[in-house]
Structure formats: structure tokens, C-alpha cells
């Protein structure tokens, strides 16, 4: 088994949304915002090879909206799937399987692409993997998450026939389990991967960086962020004490990650790059 990171770009929003409740004056510290209050994300994925299978967790935001909806996001930075992708020797054609953590567009957009009038998958050679829950959730959202499940990203996967349901419980392949989060939208799949003797936890949005790794640094775009917290809690205490390397999608700077026991609570121990395991 191989792992690669896949940069697909930088985007941006509102600070005080990514941190709920906590003060600019704190979050600030470790994730500065321009002068319209919004901080710098990276959509950064990750790529699995194992023998036969290659398979990519989540898509980015994609490009097939128009100018007035990426207006919104200030996507910026030169990485793009095709180019990630061709640096490892790869094309979006060899991909067997895409994991969709969630159907937020950030995590999706990527999934479809548009030619001429038509909305296409961006892997038609691919399964791509949900869970009923989940998909039923974004198809049907509520007032709140509603401008992040857009049907464009959503409906032309299952249209194609290339849609695949994991439940609670399977194993994705003999190396990935899946683990799942309720507070940010219903279930949220978690890819858990066993790679070189170490377990590898890809995060999606129960840890978007590592400027949220204290327990109340919940984002107010979780629908329960109460579970948030519970989760977070039981998760930290698994990875610091099975020593979990976890993978962030959105951190602007780093990509992994390891967790220590402080005084003051569960907080980061050291931070590094995916090759670098």
C-alpha cells in the first residue's frame, strides 16, 4: 500500500463561522484572517493505493460553478487534482473508488464535472461510496445546511449508476475501516487506515485543522455541536492512546498530525508531512 497527498487548492471563510463560539482574539493566533474576517483553507486529499484499487477520499470544491458562486470562496493557490494526481503518475481515470466523507460541497464539488450541458462523473471509471443515511440526509437538508448540499454535486452520481452504500460496520477493504461522526451532518464517514504498522484517521470536518483540536473549538457550521464535542472528546482520548497519525483536509499548512496529553487538555504534539511517516 502507497499514500499520497493531493493538493487541490486553497479556498476561504469566515473565521468566526470555522470557530463557533471562541473569540477572534484566540482563534486568530493560529489562523490569522484577512481584512474581511475570512481565513485561508486548504482542500487537501488523499490517495490510496492498494494492489489493484485506487482510491481517492473526497474531491474538493470542483469547477463547475459559476463565477458568482466561487465569488463567495476565493479559491486561489496553483495545485489541481489533474496536476496532483500526474506528479504521483496518476490520471482521474485510474481511480476505482472515491470516498465521499459528506456531500458538503467542499468535500464533493469534485465528484461531477460539467461538459457542455451535460453533469457528469469526474471518475467515470470509479465507485463512488457513501452511506444511506447520509446521501438521504443532504437529498432531502435542512434550512441550515442547504446551500452546502447542492443537488449538481449530488444527483448526476446516483443518475450514473456508479453509487455505492457502505453501512455501519463494513470494512471498506482489508486496510481502511470506516468510523463515523454525527455532530458536523449525519454520518460522516471516517476513513481509518493501517499503513506501515500505524493507524491513520483521515479527519474530513470533526478536526478541520489544528487550530481546532481543543474541545469547545466546535464550528458553527455543525448541526449538533453538542455530539461534536462528544465525539471529539472520545475520539482524542482513542488517538492519544493508540497513537493515531491523522490526516487534515482543510489545515492550510499541515497535513498531519499526532495528539499528546497536557495540563490543559488534549493538544498537538507534533505536525508533519503524509511522506515523512
Not at 103 to 116: P, S, T
Request: proline share 5%.
Amino acid at each position: 500500500m502507497k499514500l499520497y497527498t493531493i493538493d487541490t487548492g486553497f479556498f476561504k471563510l469566515d473565521g468566526g463561522a470555522m470557530f463557533g463560539v471562541v473569540p477572534k482574539s484566540i482563534w486568530q493566533r493560529t489562523n490569522p484572517a484577512d481584512e474581511r474576517n475570512l481565513c485561508t483553507w486548504a482542500t487537501r486529499l488523499l490517495l490510496i493505493e492498494d494492489g489493484k484499487r485506487l482510491t481517492l477520499v473526497d474531491t474538493g470544491l470542483g469547477d463547475k460553478q459559476d463565477d458568482k458562486f466561487f465569488g463567495h470562496y476565493f479559491r486561489h493557490g496553483d495545485a489541481t487534482l489533474d496536476n496532483s494526481l500526474a506528479q504521483h503518475g496518476f490520471h482521474r481515470d485510474d481511480i476505482t473508488d472515491v470516498i465521499l466523507t459528506h456531500l458538503h460541497f467542499d468535500h464533493c464539488g469534485g465528484a461531477v464535472i460539467r461538459e457542455g450541458e451535460r453533469l457528469l462523473p469526474a471518475f467515470k471509471n470509479a465507485r463512488f461510496w457513501s452511506n444511506e443515511k447520509h446521501w438521504n440526509w443532504a437529498l432531502h437538508p435542512n434550512p441550515r445546511e442547504k446551500a452546502s448540499f447542492l443537488k449538481e454535486n449530488i444527483l448526476p452520481i446516483e443518475e450514473s449508476g456508479q453509487l455505492a452504500f457502505l453501512k455501519e460496520g463494513d470494512l471498506f477493504s482489508p486496510n481502511v475501516a470506516m468510523r463515523y461522526a454525527y455532530g458536523h451532518t449525519e454520518s460522516m464517514m471516517l476513513p481509518q487506515i493501517s499503513y506501515k504498522g500505524k493507524t491513520i484517521l483521515y479527519m474530513a470536518d470533526l478536526l478541520p485543522s489544528v487550530g481546532h483540536i481543543p474541545l469547545p473549538y466546535v464550528m458553527s457550521y455543525d448541526v449538533r455541536p453538542l455530539t461534536t464535542m462528544e465525539e471529539r472528546q472520545s475520539y482524542w482520548q482513542e488517538i492519544v492512546d493508540k497513537e493515531y497519525i491523522l490526516f487534515l483536509e482543510h489545515d492550510p499548512v499541515h497535513a498531519c498530525c499526532t495528539l499528546k496529553q497536557t495540563d490543559k487538555g488534549i493538544r498537538v504534539a507534533e505536525t508533519f508531512a503524509l511522506e515523512n511517516i
